[in-house]
């Protein structure tokens, strides 16, 4: 019990929560390095996936990019990066950019597949032309599985930035990094416990948002687990 | 500093005992995270579907597991268990739960309510149906999460590396701490081929064992 | 290097393979695992140490890229590893609680350090001529900007400067507070890196630090366009490479072999055997055979 009490002490110690290594800035950083590269990584997945989606093609590569986007190995992807591109944020936001990309296609490809064939039919006999009928008939009902993958995707980054304290990144898992080198285990797995808050803090704000971001008549519909199209770790 | 080619042939040549061993290690570590991910997620998952008060409890914690990042599951170990094998295994382990489990669960729920009323009436006892009739019903769900696990497991082991234990990730490492690419590359493309390698295998096995099924996403 | 925070096995096919096996003597003689820390000179010392002692027919397992001190002490305090290449002043340092007592005399400061290790168990053998020490590096432009020579130049400057170590240096007795102390340095702020690896130069190269700390012994430094500045305060003490090992493998056979090693190795040997694994990646243990065969250890 000591060694848990000695954790929550460094956790509660106010010297902790100030200057360039305290938890509110490392927070910041970690936060502000998952974002990024959640958001690039939206803007490149998300229209190609719900594209790909809408017209029906390349549907095997649309699946199975996760599988191959699981098998990539994190570690190896941000120090590829840093002898690439060198130090700083960022080489680690681009490589965080790649990992984030492949569950957001394949969701939002699934998505637009997913939407009823009768629903797409009714649109058009109604006079809704493509765009339209994406964007105000396809897309709404599609939202609960994109923001899946969004949230699969935020999940995964937020972990994987852990990560980039090894290639000198900030973030929280410096605490991780830097604690283990000087054996301060206190350190350690206080680091380790801010980050999987973190994590899940991320994943259920996201899930609430998709929650939120459901149209009420989907809500009801409470989709099976196997619904949901990938389940992606990486880190 | 005289550059250096994204991979060095020469070098390769010369080490592929070195990178031989790493992916043996590498293989042998899955193989144990699923082989006890599937001995613990299959009695979990039958439980939960068989007593649907425990099925979000179950799903819940293996999905709490599932979200805690894997350097962070790590350092939570290693003040109890050391810089081990064990370590990098318990973490492993913790991850194929959920994808398991909940494929166990869905698996098992997919079986039409039509045969399970069948297999009553021609006197199956509730374990026997279990066994004989739910079970190789809900294979495919199962075969696909076993799929997306190993697949998983495969990229994380890269991270074992930080606690000491083999795998590709030593070449990662190798490749950081010397300023190589060669290494690190080697690493990298040997992990995605592994990775599919192993989904492709799978894949067959279950075209095999649950020749009807094809497809079922995990 | 990067923090490392593992027991890893290296290649022991490639030792095993390495080492002739014209001398194995009929009783094998017992097994010895030498432990390294986490950077490419320490590893190709444990291999020059476990190569004699595996040509004289022990059995060697390497635990190689340990981490710092601070991961490979606690190691052989409990047996994990049995040896391990140490650095006379920084161990006696580590191992008196930053006493402050490391002096430039290599002969007294070990005797100083087996004085702290005998109680543990542990004995520190003859120091070598070689010296590997923390040296302070900062590139040809900023020494010309800032007219730095000598460390002492630093101190009106540092507070405009960025400084780069590994983690640990923030309480190293021989780095943040040692500068400090000795020199009047304060840095404007400090980022916490490797010691002495590739985050370490590729800071200097994007300027995100202007001094870095590397060790005296590094083959790269030249061609990296660094230069280190003298201590001439002499806060760096004598790091000479010493052998530390636990009493229980200190046979007289392994300490005379172990000493043969470091009586002939000099700090231009170690210059060149890094620069091999920085330049040529040359592995550690072929390094360190190429020079044991050409100094005739494996006549």
């Known amino acids: 019990m000591?060694?848990?009490?000695?954790?929550?002490?460094?956790?509660?110690?106010?010297?902790?929560?100030?200057?360039?290594?305290?938890?509110?800035?490392?927070?910041?950083?970690?936060?502000?390095?998952?974002?990024?590269?959640?958001?690039?990584?939206?803007?490149?997945?998300?229209?190609?996936?719900?594209?790909?989606?809408?017209?029906?093609?390349?549907?095997?590569?649309?699946i199975n990019i996760s599988n191959v986007g699981r098998a990539i190995p994190s570690f190896a992807i941000l120090v590829i990066a840093f002898q690439a591109f060198g130090l700083g944020d960022t080489p680690i936001i681009l490589a965080l950019t790649a990992l984030a990309i492949p569950p957001m296609v394949?969701?939002?490809?699934?998505?637009?597949?997913?939407?009823?064939?009768?629903?797409?039919?009714?649109?058009?006999?109604?006079?809704?032309?493509?765009?339209?009928?994406?964007?105000?008939?396809?897309?709404?009902?599609?939202?609960?599985?994109?923001?899946?993958?969004?949230?699969?995707?935020?999940?995964?980054?937020?972990?994987?930035?852990?990560?980039?304290?090894?290639?000198?990144?900030?973030?929280?898992?410096?605490?991780?990094?830097?604690?283990?080198?000087?054996?301060?285990?206190?350190?350690?797995?206080?680091?380790?416990?801010?980050?999987?808050?973190?994590?899940?803090?991320?994943?259920?704000?996201l899930a609430a948002l998709q929650r939120a971001l459901t149209p009420r008549g989907l809500r009801s519909l409470n989709a099976p687990a196997s619904r949901r199209a990938t389940s992606f770790k990486t880190a | 500093m005289p550059s250096d080619p994204w991979i060095n042939w020469d070098w390769l040549g010369t080490h592929i005992p070195l990178v031989l061993a790493a992916l043996q290690q590498h293989v042998l570590l899955t193989g144990i995270a699923?082989?006890?991910?599937?001995?613990?997620?299959?009695?979990?998952?039958?439980?939960?579907?068989?007593?649907?008060?425990?099925?979000?409890?179950?799903?819940?914690?293996?999905?709490?597991?599932?979200?805690?990042?894997?350097?962070?599951?790590?350092?939570?170990?290693?003040?109890?268990?050391?810089?081990?094998?064990?370590?990098?295994?318990?973490g492993l382990t913790s991850y194929t739960l959920l994808i398991l489990a909940r494929n166990v669960v869905v698996g098992l729920e997919s079986v039409p309510p039509d045969i399970l009323d069948a297999a009553d009436g021609m006197g199956y006892r509730p374990f026997a149906r279990l066994i004989y009739v739910e079970l190789p019903l809900a294979l495919p769900a199962i075969m696909a999460g076993i799929r997306?696990?190993?697949?998983?497991t495969i990229g994380l082991i890269t991270i074992t590396a930080l606690i000491g234990i083999g795998g590709l990730g030593q070449l990662i490492n190798k490749g950081l701490i010397e300023s190589f690419h060669t290494p690190l590359v080697v690493a990298t493309v040997l992990c995605i081929a592994l990775a599919l390698v192993a989904d492709l295998t799978l894949a067959g096995v279950q075209r095999l064992v649950v020749p009807w099924s094809r497809g079922v996403r995990a | 290097m990067i923090r490392k925070l593992l027991l890893s096995l290296t290649a022991l096919a490639v030792l095993a393979s390495a080492c002739g096996s014209s001398n194995t003597p009929a009783a094998p003689k017992g097994t010895i695992v030498v432990g390294g820390f986490g950077f490419p000179e320490s590893s190709i010392l444990a291999?020059?140490?476990?190569?004699?002692?595996?040509?004289?027919?022990?059995?060697?397992?390497y635990k190689l890229n340990l981490g710092p001190r601070e991961v490979v002490a606690p190691a052989i305090k409990t047996g994990q590893i049995d040896a391990y290449p140490g650095y006379a002043a920084t161990d006696l340092e580590y191992y008196n609680n930053k006493a402050g007592e490391a002096t430039g005399d290599p002969v007294a400061t070990t005797a100083k350090l087996n004085s702290y290790l005998q109680p543990l168990g542990l004995v520190a053998l003859t120091p070598s001529a070689a010296v590997d020490q923390n040296a302070f590096a900062v590139t040809k432009e900023t020494a010309a900007k800032y007219n730095?020579?000598?460390?002492?130049?630093?101190?009106?400057?540092?507070?405009?400067?960025?400084?780069?170590?590994?983690?640990?240096?923030l309480t190293r007795p021989y780095c943040?507070?040692?500068?400090?102390?000795?020199?009047?340095?304060?840095?404007?702020?400090?980022?916490?890196?490797?010691?002495?690896?590739?985050?370490?130069?590729?800071?200097?190269?994007?300027?995100?630090?202007q001094v870095g700390l590397v060790f005296s012994s590094d083959g790269d430094l030249n061609a990296l366009g660094l230069v280190v500045l003298q201590d001439d305060k002499h806060l760096e003490?004598?790091?000479?490479?010493?052998?530390?090992?636990?009493?229980?493998?200190?046979?007289?056979?392994?300490?005379?072999?172990?000493?043969?090693?470091?009586?002939?190795?000099?700090?231009?040997?170690?210059?060149?055997?890094?620069?091999?694994?920085?330049?040529q990646h040359m592995d550690p243990d072929v390094i360190a055979k190429n020079y044991l065969t050409a100094h005739n250890y494996f006549a």
């Open chain 1, 2 to 62: 000591t060694f848990l009490m000695q954790c929550a002490r460094w956790l509660t110690d106010p010297a902790h929560w100030q200057g360039p290594d305290g938890i509110p800035i490392r927070l910041a950083q970690h936060v502000q390095l998952s974002a990024e590269a959640v958001a690039l990584g939206a803007l490149i997945a998300l229209p190609i996936g719900i594209l790909l989606g809408h017209f029906g093609r390349f549907g095997n590569l649309a």
């Open chain 1, 106 to 205: 394949t969701n939002s490809y699934v998505a637009l597949r997913e939407v009823d064939a009768d629903i797409k039919e009714a649109a058009r006999g109604m006079g809704y032309r493509e765009l339209a009928q994406l964007v105000r008939v396809e897309l709404p009902l599609a939202v609960p599985l994109i923001m899946a993958g969004i949230r699969t995707s935020a999940v995964q980054v937020v972990a994987t930035a852990t990560l980039a304290a090894i290639v000198a990144g900030g973030g929280l898992g410096r605490y991780i990094v830097d604690g283990f080198a000087t054996q301060i285990y206190t350190k350690v797995f206080a680091g380790a416990l801010l980050v999987a808050l973190l994590a899940l803090a991320t994943e259920l704000s």
């Open chain 2, 34 to 90: 699923v082989s006890a991910g599937l001995v613990i997620a299959l009695p979990l998952g039958i439980v939960a579907h068989r007593w649907p008060v425990m099925r979000n409890p179950v799903l819940t914690v293996t999905g709490i597991l599932y979200t805690i990042p894997s350097l962070a599951l790590f350092a939570f170990l290693v003040p109890y268990t050391g810089l081990s094998f064990l370590t990098a295994e318990i």
């Open chain 2, 148 to 152: 997306v696990a190993t697949v998983t």
């Open chain 3, 47 to 61: 291999q020059l140490y476990g190569q004699e002692l595996a040509h004289d027919g022990y059995t060697i397992t």
């Open chain 3, 148 to 169: 730095l020579v000598k460390l002492s130049d630093l101190a009106a400057v540092a507070g405009q400067l960025t400084m780069g170590a590994g983690p640990e240096c």
């Open chain 3, 176 to 209: 943040i507070p040692g500068l400090d102390k000795t020199y009047g340095i304060k840095f404007k702020a400090f980022k916490p890196l490797d010691t002495d690896g590739p985050l370490t130069r590729a800071a200097f190269k994007n300027g995100s630090i």
């Open chain 3, 237 to 279: 003490a004598a790091d000479n490479v010493v052998p530390i090992i636990r009493t229980a493998v200190a046979s007289a056979n392994v300490k005379a072999l172990l000493n043969k090693v470091d009586a002939a190795l000099t700090t231009a040997d170690l210059v060149n055997m890094n620069s091999q694994i920085a330049i």
